[in-house]
């Protein structure tokens, strides 16, 4: 089978998509293209509908890569859909939720940018958002921060994707800023994200197209996570 066509990239602000179903597994069922986002990179799997030949409509509650990667399942709240291959569905991800996790995942490459430590671990979620960083003898302070991430925000910097080869990565490995998050290897190109004049990094998360969008921010906590480490917490205001 090939490869599903990861419609999120090509535009990842499409909402609606209609697509011809592949493959079935209980309630887990594969497209032949899709605008969900599948869990990885510290972002979670898109939620939303699906709605079937006979139009019935069924929850989408999850989405995660095939063991394979080059497939995407999406997790139906049944598995008596009654879907099979070859049939046309319409599909419709959670929007709000999902444009959330678009500005969430923006704004932790602004804070990425503002602490120039390594990244140990990171997660994205539509409501609160965390870094953390192996700071050593930096300091690191939330009032600060929340001053000048909005400012990135407000500098309205455009954000533009692009690909890298897996042979050009090895090369340049500085580019890596998450010890935890590696880019998904193995399935060609990898896609980068670059955030004009403060950020560029490989990155398969979903993105706002300006910073300007993220709208503003707020450091709510930094939790001490032993000597050196520090988790930084960030919520949408
Ligand atoms: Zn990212």
Redesign the pocket.
Known sequence: MSAVRRAYYDDSYRKELTANVTAVNGEWIELDQTIFYPLG?GQPGDTGRVTGPNGRTHQVLDTRKSDTGDQIKHQLDTDEHGLKPGDTVDTEIDWERRFKHMRM?TS??LLGSLIPVPVTGGSVGAEKSRLDFDLGEHQIDKEDLTTRINALIEDAHPVAFGTITEAELDERPGLVRTMSVQPPRGAGDIRT?RVEDVDF?P?G?THVNNTSEIGAVRVSKIENKGKRNRRVHLVLE
């Open positions: 990179g995942h932790m490459h994200v990094q990155c998360g």
